[in-house]
């Protein structure tokens, strides 16, 4: 890809932009007030206002390797604080996508250097799944599910929260688990059950 093409493409976006509205630039720097926190995978594949046929100001957008939510990770853990208590989104969406290359490394024995410690949370889902998952004796099958299994546990990895449990109590925030099909270009909604998860976590996640 040539460089300058971004700049050009970026010349053309501002001037349809203004077109549509001259004062679009002029409202978008006033602030956002998104409603929704969107966590995903960083492939370059899975853009997340596209998928979402959504606007600029309308997401606030946390992106790394596998969608992955990890407790001890303080980027996940700035974003989701910030998000949900400056920005009082009222819904938290993790996003997987079929055929994402981090949750198939980590189906791997392979070293991989810098990536070992972020894929063993991964490797940990299978783990914590893998009676269910070893009965998928087709490895395609298996590698899809354990895309869904590790949007549910991210999910759950969010419900630990302190700034979640707060603003699930108090205003009734909600949790969403997607997949994003790579191959059909549709979202599906694993119909995440807040409240079992909730019933299930809380004996020992439970945060005053």
């Not at 679009?24 to 602030?31: A, D, E, Q, R, T």
């Not at 594949?45 to 303080?74: K, Q, W, Y």
């Not at 490895?139 to 759950?156: A, G, P």
Request: contains cysteine; negative net charge.
């Amino acid at each position: 890809m040539d460089i300058k093409k971004i700049f050009e493409n970026n010349h053309t976006w501002v001037k349809d932009k203004l077109n549509q509205d001259p004062d679009y630039f002029k409202n978008l720097s006033k602030g956002q007030n998104p409603d929704i926190l969107y966590i995903g995978c960083s492939d370059s594949r899975v853009t997340a206002e596209e998928l979402m046929g959504i606007s600029a100001g309308e997401a606030f957008v946390h992106r790394n390797i596998a969608n992955m939510v990890p407790n001890t990770d303080l980027s996940s853990m700035s974003v989701i604080d910030y998000a949900v208590v400056h920005l009082k989104v009222q819904h938290i969406v993790v996003c997987g996508h079929y055929y994402c290359g981090g949750v198939k490394a980590a189906m791997q024995s392979q070293d991989l250097g810098i990536l070992n410690p972020w894929l063993r949370n991964i490797r940990d889902v299978y783990r914590t799944h893998k009676d269910e998952l070893n009965l998928i004796e087709d490895e395609d099958s298996r590698y899809k599910r354990l895309v869904e299994l590790n949007v549910q546990e991210q999910c759950i990895n969010v419900i630990k929260t302190a700034e979640v449990q707060r603003a699930y109590r108090e205003r009734g925030i909600t949790i969403h688990g997607w997949v994003f099909d790579i191959h059909t270009g549709k979202l599906i909604d694993l119909k995440i059950d807040l409240s079992k998860i909730m019933a299930n976590v809380m004996e020992i996640y439970h945060l005053d």
